[in-house]
């Protein structure tokens, strides 16, 4: 495959929510959804008071229990996923772990709703990437294809070095 352009390199960041499925069929409604914008505020907060959201190439695209960011230099995206990870840890302590003791199947798993994160050096190749990068399919299948083949175990950052190519 030839493309007209060098590649464009980005650092991506995804966040995902350890057994968020399992969480939710045991949580009350409120709850579950609870945790859910607070994945999401601490995560764009985070982003916010570090090099800003202002300087981020493309929009953060929310995965319902994660998000998905891109930055452009792989060490803003590390500081970004070790501060979040670690916003994240005092939060689950504080607030969320209190909430699954009423449930033994949930409070016996020490891994659920631990965020686990994956930084990925990428090598992108669109015409549309802006567009594209907030497309469901485009989001799920960087998702699954690094969050959740266990590379970053739960409550954990791992940074890996991949080649991505779409079309």
Sequence with gaps: MKFDRPPIYYS????????SKLAMGYLPEY???????ENSRI?????SYGRGLKRLPFQPTNLGDGNLFFFNQIDDALVFALSVSANWAVYWEKAVQPRLKPYPNLAGRGDVLKMRIGVHLGNIHHEELPEYSTQTRFSRAINTAFVLQNQAPPGGVVATETALSLT
């Design 12 to 19: 991506i960041v995804f966040t995902d929510l350890v057994a």
């Design 31 to 37: 709850v579950y959804r609870m945790v859910l914008r």
């Design 43 to 47: 995560a764009l907060d985070t982003a």
